[in-house]
């Protein structure tokens, strides 16, 4: 089993910044692939961006340029840095993993419990 514990969401005024961060722990063996995906109220959840375990990363257009996500592969840590925040950005960012298990050697995915941000005046 693997447990992911996110942190760092909040209130912030548009033109603000917020950073994310995502901790991951238990049976890993390794990182295929670490990501943020948001979901707003009565929006379908949606990809913000990932980051492999090789450090290659993926953004929606609607954050390019904005936000980055970067990986601490000592710490098994995924952060997201938002930076001018729109009210549009806010939601639910929920963390995912896709991890090797060190005890059953599948590959297998996790979400974290989810984390608010708002972007508002």
């Known amino acids: 089993q693997v447990q992911l514990v996110e942190s760092g969401g909040g209130l912030v005024q548009p033109g603000g910044s917020l950073r994310l961060a995502c901790a991951a722990s238990g049976s890993i063996f390794s990182i295929n692939v670490m990501g943020w995906y948001r979901q707003a109220p009565g929006k379908q959840r949606e990809l913000v961006a990932l980051?492999?375990?090789?450090?290659?990363?993926n953004y929606a257009d609607s954050v390019k340029g904005r936000f980055t996500i970067s990986l601490d592969n000592a710490k098994n840590t995924v952060y997201l840095q938002m930076n001018t925040l729109k009210p549009e950005d806010t939601a639910i960012y929920y963390c995912?993993?896709?991890?090797?298990?060190?005890?059953?050697?599948?590959?297998?995915?996790?979400w974290g419990q989810g984390t608010q941000v708002t972007v508002s005046s």
């Open positions: 995912n993993v896709e991890v090797l298990d060190s005890t059953t050697y599948a590959v297998l995915p996790y």
């Open positions: 980051i492999s375990g090789g450090g290659s990363t």
